[in-house]
């Protein structure tokens, strides 16, 4: 049976392509804090590779006989929420269940049996004594989806495994690693009489937190060679730049187009079609417009008011971070959903690609579909895009509903930039491509629009460049600014047909006939088209 390329749930290596999950950390220092009986977590966004990599590690410890390694996914009790009794005993359930998969018998059936008339707050505690105690072995676990738990029945679960830490190994399991998506100590429980336990102080015994990170570049290369090795197919060389700009290595994203370009797309799977970035970059656009669950959970969370503190500055090119809004919890909270990268030196960004675009699409879907401008509307003879046009269109439009459509977008700071962008993605959906950069201090946004002119791979592409600028200052400097800019941009990505520079005045004492105009400028021999609105 092929292989394929794997996008839910942990991976099967004999059934799908994989990085071995145990190189993602070194192995040495893992080892090192389980034969130091420490207790420690493991975070990371969602599909990002740890139920696989503890299950990895579970079996590879297993196989070396010197513990017993279990492992077990607590999100069951999520639905009883503040219900202590009834998650605590999912938890030992779970637990017993596991433990009897790993070491057989009845020994875990019978230590549950013999703690049911515990108390919520013991019960937990006394069958990991009782059980430790009961197997030949040091026991280690895993205990995975911790924080879908949530108020006083996490509470409980973190202070249970707590009030043990001092009997291990030999009355309590030697090490527990707990996962989830976030960092145990960055939880903000809120109990049933509305105080709030942090989650560093209901867990203080926590040694290290480890975060697994995405896939390097390398590792995507090698992940997609072995399809090439098992089937023959190739990719083009230049598909990986493409690849690795669309995902960062983003284990789903990675998964996720490479199961889209081989798999789906039909015709691709005939192994003697060679894969070509055209073929990405539509896969890319499948995977956005099919929504996903991953592409889903990742549009819910941007309702959350700290997402939106988070990414609403990064939309509307905010030039610094305002601290009253944005807070170090609120970008941690975020950074932790993998929804932005923070690297050293550099301004907080979206993470990829193909969340860049994801987006500001989802937070202008409504807009779209009210709208009324039709695709043929602004169609050359040529097939290519009538761009003048559509953005004379675009004036008179903002000039109409600028200011009562901007009032209904949750990220209204950013309102000018995403209603543009809502209007192009109408003009575009389905024949063209909107590739998009933003952030804080960037001071603009760059929207590059790729048209194909023909049917099918190869054929003349239109590329038209779009600067969007908010007024802030002297109009002649931010021309002069956004000239320069444009030009950068245009000289950047090559073989540009037209650029154009928008600049949205939101003076307030402005009247729309002085805000409304275009003219074109030349900047560096290139002919750049300014518009006001």
């Known amino acids: 049976m092929e292989r394929f390329f794997n996008t839910a749930g942990p991976n099967r290596p004999k059934e799908q392509y994989t990085i071995d999950p145990l190189s993602r950390f070194n192995l040495d220092d893992i080892l ?28 590879y ?16 009790g999520q639905a009883s929420r503040n219900n202590v009794k009834s998650v605590v005993k999912s938890t030992v359930d779970t637990l017993a269940e596991e433990v009897r998969l790993i070491v057989g018998g009845d020994t875990a059936q019978n230590v549950k049996k013999g703690v049911q008339d515990e108390g919520e707050d013991a019960m937990l505690s006394t069958f990991l004594r009782r059980l430790s105690e009961a197997l030949p072995k040091p026991l280690v676990l895993f205990i995975d989806e911790i924080d879908a738990l949530v108020g006083d029945s996490l509470v409980s679960i973190l202070r249970q495994i707590r009030s043990g830490y001092a009997n291990r190994p030999e009355a309590f399991p030697s090490s527990i690693v707990l996962c989830g998506v976030r960092d145990v100590r960055d939880y903000r429980i809120v109990l049933s009489n509305q105080d709030i336990v942090t989650g560093g102080s209901a867990f203080n015994i926590k040694a290290e937190s480890l975060r697994l990170g995405n896939f390097t570049f390398e590792e995507v290369r090698q992940l997609y060679q072995q399809h090439t090795d098992e089937t023959g197919q190739e990719f083009d060389e ?27 797309m039909k015709e691709n799977r005939d192994r003697s079609v060679r894969i070509i ?34 990414i609403e500055p990064i939309l509307a090119n905010s030039d610094e971070l305002d601290e009253s809004v944005m807070s170090d919890e609120d970008i941690l909270y975020v950074k932790d959903m993998g929804l932005v990268v923070k690297e050293r030196g550099k301004p907080i960004r979206i993470s990829n690609a193909i969340y860049r675009e994801i987006i500001p699409r989802e937070l202008t879907a409504s807009t779209q579909q009210r709208l009324l401008q039709q695709p043929q ?31 209904k977008f949750d990220y209204a700071e950013a309102g000018p930039q995403l209603l543009l962008q809502a209007y192009l993605q109408r ?14 201090g960037r001071k603009r946004t760059d929207l590059l629009i790729r048209k194909p002119l023909t049917d099918g791979y190869g054929g003349p592409v239109q ?17 002069d600014e956004g000239l320069r800019q444009t030009f950068d941009y245009m000289d950047t990505v090559g073989s540009v047909d037209e650029g154009h520079l928008i600049i949205f005045d939101r003076t307030k004492e402005m009247s729309w006939d002085e805000r409304i105009w275009h003219k074109p400028c030349q900047y560096h021999g290139k002919t750049v088209m300014v518009w006001g609105m």
């Open 32 to 59: 090192l804090l389980i034969r130091q009986r420490k207790y420690f977590v493991l975070h990371a966004p969602r599909q990002t590779g740890k139920t696989s990599y503890m299950l990895a590690l579970r079996d």
């Open 61 to 76: 410890l297993n196989e070396r006989g010197e513990f017993i390694a279990v492992y077990a996914n607590v999100e069951g």
């Open 238 to 264: 230049a598909c990986f730049p493409v690849i690795w700009e669309a995902t960062e290595g983003q284990p789903w994203l990675v998964n996720a187009l490479g199961y889209e370009v081989t798999m789906r």
């Open 277 to 310: 970035p055209e073929m990405i970059y539509r896969a890319e656009e499948q995977i956005i417009y099919r929504r996903d669950t991953h592409i889903d959970i990742l549009i819910d969370k941007l309702k959350e008011p700290r997402v939106k503190r988070v």
């Open 377 to 407: 509307w602004y169609q050359n003879p040529d097939n290519s895009i009538n761009m003048e046009k559509l953005l004379l269109d675009f004036q008179q439009f903002f000039r109409q509903n600028a200011d009562s459509w901007i009032q």
């Open 427 to 440: 003009i575009v959906n389905g024949g063209g491509y909107i590739d998009r950069e933003y952030g804080l």
């Open 463 to 479: 590329r038209i460049v779009l600067e969007l600028k908010i007024k802030r200052g002297s109009l002649e400097t931010v021309i």
